[in-house]
C-alpha cells in the first residue's frame, strides 16, 4: 500500500492521476457517512464527489502536522453533509434490505421492523449526536479523531455518543421480538 | 443481550454500502476538466502578460486605462466633498 503522503506529494507535483488512488482508498467510508448523515442514498454519492473536488482543490492547504489525511476528508464531507441536509427535505429512510442471516421469515419481519424503529431513532436524533454516533459507530473513527472533525472536546464527544446510544436503546425498549 | 443483537446487526447493516462502479472515474472526469479550465485561465493569463510586456501600444493602454480611473475616481471625491460643504455651508 503506497503511501499518504507520498501520494499528496505526488498530486501537489502534477500528478493528478494519482489523486485516484486517494478516492479509491476512500469513496466508500465517505459515501457511507453522508448516506447515514442525510438518508438519501441518491443523492449521496453526488455529495462524495463534491466532497473529493474539494478535497482536490483544497490539497495545496493540507497540513500533515494538524491532521491526518483521513481526519482532514471527513471534516470537509461533514461540512458538505450540514450543508446539503439544509438544503434538501429530509427523506424518510427506505426499507431495510433482506437478511440473509435469518433462518425464519417470521424473524426477518420482526427484525426489520426493529432496523425500521432503529432508523427512525437515528433520524430523530440532534445533528450534533447523529454525527459523532455515525463516526463512532459506522465509520469505527476514535474519539480524538472525531473531536478534531467536529472541533470539540473528547469528553463533549463521549457525552454525544452516549446520549445517542440512550435514545436508541430507548427505541428498542418494550418490543417483543421473537429475535435469537 | 436481545437488543444488544439487533444493534450489532443493524450496525452492520448500516456499514453496508454499494459503490457506483463509476464513481472514481466520474470523481477523476470532474479533476480534470477542473484542470483543464486551470490551464485555460492560466494560458490566457500568460497571454495577456505577454501581450502587455512585448507590446508597446498595448503597455500604453494599460497605463492610459489605470490614469482614466484615477482621475475619474478624484473627480468624484472632489464633487461628493464640494457639495457636502455646500450642503453644510
Known amino acids: 500500500m503506497i503511501e499518504e503522503t507520498g501520494i499528496i ?10 489523486f485516484r488512488l486517494l478516492v479509491q482508498r476512500y469513496q466508500k467510508p465517505v ?12 443523492t449521496c454519492e453526488d455529495i462524495a464527489q463534491e466532497v473529493f473536488l474539494a478535497a482536490y482543490k483544497k490539497l ?13 476528508l471527513f471534516t470537509i464531507a461533514r461540512n458538505k453533509s ?64 472525531i473531536a478534531q472533525i467536529e472541533r470539540v472536546r473528547i469528553g463533549t ?6 446520549r445517542a446510544k ?10 417483543d421480538g421473537d429475535i435469537q | ?21 463509476n464513481f472514481t472515474d466520474r470523481v477523476m472526469n470532474q479533476v480534470y476538466q477542473l484542470e483543464q479550465s486551470r490551464n485555460i485561465t492560466q494560458s490566457k493569463m500568460e497571454r495577456f502578460i505577454e501581450l502587455i510586456s512585448y507590446n508597446p501600444l498595448a503597455k500604453f493602454g494599460l497605463v492610459a486605462a489605470g490614469a482614466a480611473t484615477g482621475v475619474v475616481r478624484l473627480i468624484i471625491m472632489i464633487n461628493s466633498i464640494l457639495s457636502n460643504g455646500v450642503i453644510n455651508g
Not at chain 1, 459515501?31 to 442525510?38: P, Q, V
Not at chain 1, 464527544?157 to 452516549?162: A, H, M
Open chain 1, 157 to 162: 464527544i463521549k457525552s454525544r455518543i452516549n
Open chain 1, 60 to 72: 495545496p492547504s493540507f497540513d500533515p502536522a494538524r491532521s491526518s489525511f483521513s481526519t482532514w
Open chain 1, 9 to 18: 506529494r505526488a498530486v501537489l507535483e502534477g500528478d493528478t492521476e494519482s
Open chain 1, 82 to 145: 450540514i450543508n446539503a441536509m439544509k438544503k434538501m427535505k429530509i427523506m424518510p429512510v427506505s426499507n431495510p434490505p433482506e437478511n440473509p442471516d435469518f433462518s425464519e421469515p417470521a424473524d426477518s419481519l420482526v427484525r426489520d421492523e426493529l432496523f425500521v424503529k432503529l432508523d427512525r431513532a437515528l433520524e430523530s436524533l440532534n445533528p450534533k449526536h447523529r454525527r459523532a454516533l455515525v463516526l463512532a459507530e459506522f465509520e469505527n473513527l476514535p474519539y480524538d479523531q
Open chain 1, 166 to 175: 440512550h435514545r436508541l436503546r430507548s427505541a428498542l425498549e418494550g418490543i
Open chain 1, 31 to 42: 459515501i457511507r457517512m453522508i448516506a447515514n448523515l442525510i438518508n438519501d442514498r441518491h
Open chain 2, 1 to 21: 443481550m436481545k437488543d444488544n443483537k439487533v444493534y450489532e446487526s443493524w450496525r452492520l447493516r448500516k456499514r453496508q454500502i454499494d459503490v457506483s462502479q
